[in-house]
């Protein structure tokens, strides 16, 4: 099976796809391009005519409007399926009369949703200002005599930070403050502070209740929707100026997807964080030494399993759907569904929590999957009634008994009323109601249904582990009794919990397959379960995982390396700034590196002495960049604008320069202006300093031609140069910034410096290269001796 990649001997490999050189200007500018990738599942995800089952883990970043981007013959469907409506209705999920409601509001087009991103403060600051300024100009927007209402907070989203907006295409077209709304999303979303996320979405890890000290794992994360509402729980405390004890890994099974997760969450640069690439159901035991103590498996606080579904909730978007749904996604993907939550189970600590959620609302996927693994995991696990949380969220109970229906259509009580023997083998009996279902509370579990407040469909579950489960579970208990635990009764235990893993698996009766694709033309937000075209099958195909790139590491930086002091001297950073949890991407003798920082509890794990099981694909908020173009004195490393919200705190005032409004202005508007185009206080300020990387800070309350939204002040990392500034933040937020503020577009980069920088950035290109080749012969020339 390889559902979900990588195993746990993968080995330990940082990687990252392979680029093209890009030119020193882009350097400069920070200015990344992510692809995203869509994931097809055979015998797992969506079921087509092919029998190819197809996943895409949709779990919002929808965009702005769902008519945006339908193909042509979405104007085709006919938002009608009477196998899909006669088989909910046997379920008897809601009464006759409400089920019609329900089945009229599947076919209405999903209102689009939004969630206000970043730190607390960051948050508030854009909450308010939506509030204040587009909220009251678009109060009276009448077209064609009808009047249509202005964004609005989600009654059951916290602190007013998830908003819907109804508005069709049309409407953008017609409206101009609809229109101008809608170009102040697409900006603040491509610079992080939003993101286009499907409201239910956001209710599992709104669930998970999570603190900033606890160790977060999201088994099946990709895009990374949930993945940053995680990463914004664990860093609540960010005003505190702490940094959190807490980490956050977020696994996906496909390579290419699990670079999702970097591009989804690159705004929140938490030092907590880890993508890693593995098979869910087989995600590794890796041991882990805590402040000395034995290395023990390591257990997560919270675990999320928002498991791959046929997501027959995501019909109002997902309009395929009408043509072609089927009860075979369901019965293919039970087994998968059960494995992933079972190994969440395992690797959460007594008294964690884990959730567990589909966009599905069929029983098969929620309920029976939620009942088999109580089960096996034997009272350890308890479903916990969370009917106090969310208030505001309007919400049905689980089922306790339920219907099974074959591929064919055949309702069973039992799988030996399959004639078909090879069908009958493979048929998952836990499919079935168990006997004990009224005992299990599955009344506790959570069904969203998208007539109860204008939203897609969903099913949440939580869960508390009450017992010992695992051999991780017991050797936790005996180290608290202060007993010493032997690695291979460990080894033994680890691996008969991995034998309850397999036995759900020959179960099943067969492997399940992954197999990935890629689409082309303009990049859409990624999202999780999606339908793919049935013509898309011919598309080109790769395989889940990557093996075998050889790119350089992430290595741990010694405390002493001379680089280090000389950012420390050249900034004057705090003398209590940890000098031993920096990470470098290159080997040692390459100019052209980057320096990252990770926490406390992400240096443990890459510490930890079986690290090699782990796959890891990205860690670490990237602080410093070797400038790409050639520097007389000064200081080479020049800050990142991801970095600069945790180094702000920590840089002396040598590098720091106070500039007004209109300075702002030129600053972000001109490509390279001079310095003598500033005010005299900022030129001397400038002189006294020397060439390389500053910080510019901005207080815009008192500049009485702001506009009402750049009031909140601001701090930008920018190249001081033999003449001129730079910048240095990627394109599309100096746009987003230029256009908020001055509503203006910035200048382009004259084709001079342009190429100048191109000649600068071969040269050293070429200087790293011969670097690296002097090192490879030294190392030969010592081999031999």
Same mark, same amino acid.
């Given at each position: 099976?390889?559902?979900?990649?990588?195993?746990?001997?993968?080995?330990?490999?940082?990687?990252?796809?392979?680029?093209?050189?890009?030119?020193?200007?882009?350097?400069?500018?920070?200015?990344?391009?992510?692809?995203?990738?869509?994931?097809?599942?055979?015998?797992?995800?969506?079921?087509?005519?092919?029998k190819?089952?197809?996943?895409?883990?949709?779990?919002?970043?929808?965009?702005?409007d769902?008519s945006?981007?339908?193909?042509?013959?979405?104007?085709?469907?006919?938002?009608?399926?009477?196998?899909?409506?006669s088989y909910?209705?046997?379920?008897?999920?809601?009464?006759?009369?409400?089920?019609?409601?329900?089945?009229?509001?599947?076919?209405?087009?999903?209102?689009?949703?939004?969630?206000?991103?970043?730190?607390?403060?960051?948050?508030?600051?854009?909450?308010?200002?939506?509030?204040?300024?587009?909220?009251?100009?678009?109060?009276?927007?009448?077209?064609?005599?009808?009047?249509?209402?202005? +964004?609005?907070?989600?009654?059951?989203?916290?602190?007013?930070?998830?908003?819907?907006?109804?508005?069709?295409?049309?409407?953008?077209?017609?409206?101009?403050?609809?229109?101008?709304?809608?170009?102040?999303?697409?900006?603040?979303?491509?610079?992080?502070?939003l993101?286009?996320?499907?409201?239910?979405?956001?209710?599992?890890?709104?669930?998970?209740?999570?603190? +900033?000290?606890?160790?977060?794992?999201d088994?099946?994360?990709?895009?990374?929707?949930?993945?940053?509402?995680?990463?914004?729980?664990?860093?609540?405390?960010?005003?505190?100026?702490?940094?959190?004890?807490?980490?956050?890994?977020?696994?996906?099974?496909d390579?290419?997807?699990?670079?999702?997760?970097?591009?989804?969450?690159?705004?929140?640069?938490?030092?907590?964080?880890m993508?890693t690439?593995?098979?869910?159901?087989?995600?590794?035991?890796v041991?882990?030494?805590?402040?000395?103590?034995?290395?023990?498996?390591?257990?997560?606080?919270?675990?999320?399993?928002?498991?791959?579904?046929?997501?027959?909730?995501?019909?109002?978007?997902?309009?395929?759907?009408?043509?072609?749904?089927?009860?075979?996604?369901?019965?293919?993907?039970?087994?998968?569904?059960?494995?992933?939550?079972?190994?969440?189970?395992?690797?959460?600590?007594?008294?964690?929590?884990?959730?567990?959620s589909?966009?599905?609302?069929?029983?098969?996927?929620?309920?029976?999957v939620?009942?088999?693994?109580?089960?096996?995991?034997?009272?350890a696990?308890?479903?916990?009634?969370?009917?106090?949380?969310?208030?505001?969220?309007?919400?049905?109970?689980?089922?306790?008994?339920?219907k099974?229906?074959?591929?064919?259509?055949?309702?069973?009580?039992?799988?030996?009323?399959?004639?078909?023997?090879?069908?009958?083998?493979?048929?998952?009996?836990?499919?079935?109601?168990?006997?004990?279902?009224?005992?299990?509370?599955?009344?506790?579990?959570?069904r969203?249904?998208?007539?109860?407040?204008?939203?897609?469909?969903?099913?949440?579950?939580?869960?508390?582990?009450v017992?010992?489960?695992?051999a991780?579970?017991?050797?936790?208990?005996?180290?608290?009794?202060?007993?010493?635990?032997?690695?291979?009764?460990?080894?033994?235990?680890?691996?008969?919990?991995?034998?309850?893993?397999?036995?759900?698996?020959?179960?099943?009766?067969?492997?399940?397959?992954?197999?990935?694709?890629?689409?082309?033309?303009?990049?859409?937000?990624?999202?999780?379960?999606?339908?793919?075209?049935?013509?898309?099958?011919?598309?080109?195909?790769?395989?889940?995982?990557?093996?075998?790139?050889?790119?350089?590491?992430?290595?741990?930086?010694?405390?002493?390396n001379?680089?280090?002091?000389?950012?420390?001297?050249?900034?004057?950073?705090?003398?209590?700034?940890?000098?031993?949890?920096?990470?470098?991407?290159?080997?040692?003798?390459?100019?052209?590196? #980057?320096?990252?920082?990770?926490?406390?509890?992400?240096?443990?794990?890459?510490?930890?002495?079986?690290?090699?099981?782990l796959h890891?694909?990205?860690?670490?908020?990237?602080?410093?960049?070797?400038?790409?173009s050639?520097?007389?004195?000064?200081?080479?490393?020049?800050?990142?604008?991801?970095?600069?919200?945790?180094?702000?705190?920590?840089?002396?005032?040598?590098?720091?320069?106070?500039?007004?409004?209109?300075?702002?202005?030129?600053?972000?508007?001109?490509?390279f202006?001079?310095i003598?185009?500033?005010?005299?206080?900022?030129?001397?300020?400038?002189?006294?300093?020397?060439?390389?990387?500053?910080i510019?800070?901005?207080?815009? #309350?008192?500049?009485?031609?702001?506009?009402?939204?750049?009031?909140?002040?601001?701090?930008?990392?920018?190249?001081?140069?033999k003449?001129?500034?730079?910048v240095?933040?990627?394109?599309?937020?100096?746009?987003?910034?230029?256009?908020?503020?001055?509503?203006?577009?910035?200048?382009?980069?004259?084709?001079?410096?342009?190429?100048?920088?191109?000649?600068?950035?071969?040269?050293?290109?070429?200087?790293?290269?011969?670097?690296?080749?002097?090192?490879?012969?030294?190392?030969?020339?010592?081999?031999s001796?």
């Amino acid at each position: 099976m390889d559902v979900t990649s990588r195993g746990n001997g993968s080995g330990f490999n940082f990687q990252k796809r392979a680029r093209k050189p890009v030119p020193p200007f882009h350097l400069l500018l920070c200015s990344f391009h992510t692809s995203f990738y869509t994931m097809a599942i055979k015998k797992g995800g969506r079921y087509n005519r092919k029998k190819t089952l197809r996943d895409d883990k949709r779990d919002g970043s929808a965009p702005y409007d769902s008519s945006d981007r339908k193909p042509s013959h979405y104007k085709d469907i006919v938002k009608e399926n009477e196998n899909f409506k006669s088989y909910y209705k046997s379920q008897n999920i809601l009464s006759d009369s409400e089920f019609e409601t329900f089945y009229s509001a599947l076919q209405t087009t999903l209102p689009s949703t939004f969630r206000i991103t970043g730190s607390r403060s960051a948050a508030v600051q854009i909450r308010e200002f939506i509030e204040n300024v587009y909220v009251p100009e678009m109060q009276n927007v009448i077209v064609d005599g009808e009047k249509y209402q202005p +964004p609005s907070p989600l009654a059951w989203y916290p602190d007013q930070l998830g908003w819907q907006v109804n508005a069709s295409r049309a409407i953008l077209r017609r409206s101009a403050e609809f229109k101008k709304f809608h170009k102040f999303i697409v900006a603040e979303t491509e610079a992080g502070n939003l993101s286009r996320q499907e409201a239910v979405s956001m209710v599992p890890p709104l669930l998970m209740d999570i603190k +900033p000290h606890q160790w977060v794992l999201d088994m099946c994360a990709a895009p990374g929707s949930k993945t940053a509402q995680i990463i914004e729980a664990v860093h609540a405390n960010d005003l505190l100026n702490e940094e959190p004890t807490g980490l956050v890994v977020a696994n996906d099974s496909d390579y290419k997807r699990s670079h999702m997760l970097v591009h989804q969450t690159k705004r929140l640069q938490s030092p907590c964080f880890m993508a890693t690439n593995h098979d869910a159901t087989q995600f590794p035991n890796v041991h882990v030494h805590k402040e000395g103590e034995q290395a023990l498996a390591w257990q997560f606080d919270r675990v999320l399993c928002d498991v791959p579904c046929s997501g027959d909730g995501t019909l109002r978007k997902n309009e395929k759907i009408w043509n072609d749904w089927g009860n075979g996604a369901a019965i293919a993907l039970h087994t998968v569904q059960v494995q992933i939550f079972l190994r969440g189970a395992q690797l959460l600590k007594v008294g964690g929590r884990v959730v567990y959620s589909t966009c599905s609302f069929n029983p098969l996927e929620n309920e029976a999957v939620v009942a088999e693994v109580l089960r096996l995991a034997d009272g350890a696990l308890e479903i916990k009634d969370v009917s106090d949380q969310l208030p505001a969220l309007k919400r049905h109970h689980g089922l306790s008994t339920w219907k099974v229906m074959t591929k064919d259509g055949q309702y069973i009580n039992s799988v030996d009323e399959i004639e078909d023997s090879r069908q009958r083998s493979r048929f998952p009996k836990s499919a079935f109601p168990p006997a004990n279902a009224d005992s299990l509370h599955l009344d506790r579990c959570l069904r969203i249904y998208p007539h109860d407040q204008d939203t897609g469909g969903f099913f949440v579950a939580v869960f508390e582990k009450v017992k010992p489960m695992t051999a991780a579970d017991r050797a936790q208990i005996a180290k608290s009794e202060g007993k010493e635990v032997s690695w291979a009764e460990v080894e033994k235990a680890e691996a008969e919990d991995a034998s309850l893993l397999e036995s759900v698996k020959a179960a099943a009766g067969e492997d399940v397959e992954v197999e990935t694709e890629t689409t082309g033309g303009e990049i859409a937000i990624p999202v999780k379960r999606t339908l793919e075209d049935n013509q898309q099958k011919d598309a080109k195909k790769s395989k889940p995982d990557v093996p075998g790139i050889k790119e350089a590491p992430f290595d741990l930086m010694k405390p002493d390396n001379p680089d280090i002091d000389e950012i420390r001297n050249f900034y004057g950073i705090e003398a209590d700034f940890p000098r031993d949890q920096f990470l470098l991407r290159s080997e040692e003798v390459a100019k052209n590196r #980057s320096i990252y920082y990770i926490s406390k509890s992400v240096k443990a794990v890459l510490e930890a002495p079986d690290i090699e099981r782990l796959h890891v694909v990205n860690t670490g908020v990237r602080l410093f960049v070797r400038q790409g173009s050639l520097v007389e004195g000064g200081c080479p490393f020049r800050v990142t604008s991801e970095g600069l919200p945790m180094l702000e705190r920590i840089i002396s005032e040598r590098r720091r320069v106070h500039i007004n409004h209109a300075e702002l202005k030129t600053l972000l508007t001109q490509a390279f202006p001079t310095i003598d185009e500033f005010e005299p206080a900022t030129q001397t300020r400038l002189a006294e300093m020397e060439r390389g990387c500053c910080i510019v800070h901005i207080d815009l #309350s008192s500049a009485s031609d702001a506009a009402p939204e750049s009031i909140i002040p601001m701090t930008l990392p920018v190249w001081r140069g033999k003449t001129s500034l730079n910048v240095l933040i990627n394109k599309q937020d100096k746009t987003s910034l230029c256009q908020r503020i001055f509503n203006l577009t910035p200048e382009k980069t004259p084709a001079h410096l342009q190429e100048k920088a191109t000649a600068n950035y071969l040269k050293k290109v070429e200087e790293d290269k011969k670097a690296e080749e002097d090192r490879l012969a030294q190392e030969k020339e010592d081999s031999s001796v």
